[in-house]
């Protein structure tokens, strides 16, 4: 390809209703087409059920398109996702792992259920699984929805920071994979790991150092620095840290529903020119 592949308009990470976004992987490609997205990524949570859907769609649009998946991960007590992009979704480590995350996410959603009744919320099992066309990845997010349309908040930002959110009641803390297991089956699946919206996790500085240099010691090769969960001054501060650590860029919307994100698919800002994308050898 002869064109500078560092400042195509890519987004390589969204989410349809396979896991916790509200349109399907077809209306995704087609809304990422119509946005002026030049390489697409379907990263749904734990799960790759989509990615057939989207390649086909993409083949029709045609835009390019990469697989694929955001895994859920805990390292040093707390929740972090690594997305994988460009793995082989038939690979028998990766499904097997992702299939066990799921199990999990049952039993949290059925936890998540009964502290919000101890909170007065009824009926919160039954109406977040309206929101999610699968029942093995009912989330945070689908029980927000349900709180929302039943007038106990009015944003989904109020729905985390009174119920949901890390260290909230109605939140229930899970163990997933261990950050060295997600990185290990993206890695095996011929994929390339990539910590997501690392804007978003609690570390003081210390652990954040530990967690790039664990990250990276792994096999972990990128970082989202411009990304729908970052705040302007964040794209500075991880471009900072991709710097420091040699990890390739990324650049992903994160988007989940047309009334819910914060950017829309494709609107995102360039990457700083002196940093390597993520993508650079895909096309």
Request: glycine share 10%; aromatic share 8%.
């Amino acid at each position: 390809m002869t064109r500078n592949t560092h400042f195509l308009n890519a987004d390589l990470h969204c989410h349809s209703l396979v896991s916790d976004g509200v349109m399907t992987p077809a209306a995704l490609a087609r809304r990422a087409a119509e946005n002026g997205v030049q390489l697409w990524s379907l990263t749904d949570h734990d799960e790759l059920a989509g990615l057939r859907e989207a390649q086909e769609a993409c083949r029709e649009l045609d835009l390019p398109f990469i697989t694929g998946v955001e895994i859920s991960a805990t390292w040093a007590g707390r929740t972090v996702h690594i997305v994988g992009l460009n793995i082989d979704p038939d690979n028998q480590a990766l499904k097997d792992g992702l299939e066990a995350i799921r199990a999990g996410r049952v039993d949290r959603a059925r936890q998540i259920a009964l502290r919000l009744e101890k909170m007065g919320v009824q009926g919160s099992y039954e109406g977040a699984l309206r929101y999610a066309a699968n029942p093995q990845l009912l989330s945070r997010t689908h029980f927000a929805r349900f709180l929302l349309e039943q007038g106990y908040c009015k944003t989904m930002q109020e729905v985390f920071d009174r119920y949901l959110g890390d260290g909230r009641s109605g939140n229930v803390r899970i163990h997933w994979s261990r950050l060295e297991e997600a990185v290990g089956w993206i890695v095996g699946a011929g994929g390339r790991a990539v910590i997501a919206h690392p804007g978003r996790y609690t570390y003081d500085s210390t652990q954040a150092d530990a967690f790039f240099d664990a990250f990276r010691q792994l096999g972990g090769e990128g970082i989202e620095v411009v990304t729908g969960s970052h705040r302007p001054e964040q794209y500075r501060q991880y471009a900072e840290v991709a710097r420091r650590y040699g990890f390739m860029v990324s650049r992903g919307s994160d988007f989940h529903a047309p009334s819910e994100s914060h950017i829309d698919l494709g609107a995102l800002p360039e990457l700083p020119s002196d940093l390597k994308p993520v993508w650079h050898d895909w096309m």
